[in-house]
């Protein structure tokens, strides 16, 4: 049950970022087909498309930089500091487009040698049939990789 638990999460969630970056619909969530993707009928699967607004300057930041070394700020990856987040997730890719949730958490530059962070965050719904539910998401973001 592990083993498959394990193996379910990893395709749901390589599946999450794919479908994230490819869709075109305009809704917030969608439900697919199980079967086209090889899973049986005890399975629930849905699809999530939101942005994320993660604004670092300006009168209203939503992320501020909370720890910074002498030795961080030499860095021209900022190796060493840490960044607190609460990030609005919308339905559309303008900042005033309706809320679904928000991106809760901390970033930190992990990387001496390039710009990578190490992201901790708890994706918190406020609508529709995910409303009151959250994910964690944990993991390595590879800031300029295309």
């Not at 970022?17 to 993707?37: D, E, G, H, R, Y």
């Not at 607004?53 to 930041?61: F, L, M, Y």
Request: charged content about 15%; aromatic content about 8%; hydrophobic content about 40%.
């Amino acid at each position: 049950m592990v083993k498959n638990s394990k193996s379910l999460l990893i395709s749901l969630t390589i599946l999450f970022f794919i479908t994230m970056v490819t869709s075109k619909s305009p809704n917030f969530s969608q439900n697919l087909s199980l079967q086209a993707l090889g899973l049986n009928k005890q399975e629930k699967l849905s699809h999530l498309r939101f942005y994320f607004h993660d604004i670092v300057s300006g009168p209203n930041p939503t992320a501020i930089w909370a720890a910074q070394t002498p030795t961080s700020k030499k860095s021209p990856t900022l190796f060493g500091s840490i960044a607190m987040f609460d990030d609005p997730l919308t339905v559309g890719p303008e900042r005033s487009s309706k809320l679904v949730g928000r991106a809760q958490g901390i970033y930190g530059s992990a990387s001496q040698s390039e710009d990578a962070l190490l992201m901790t965050m708890n994706l918190a719904f406020v609508e529709g049939k995910f409303n009151g539910s959250s994910l964690s998401v944990f993991g390595r973001n590879a800031v300029l990789a295309t």
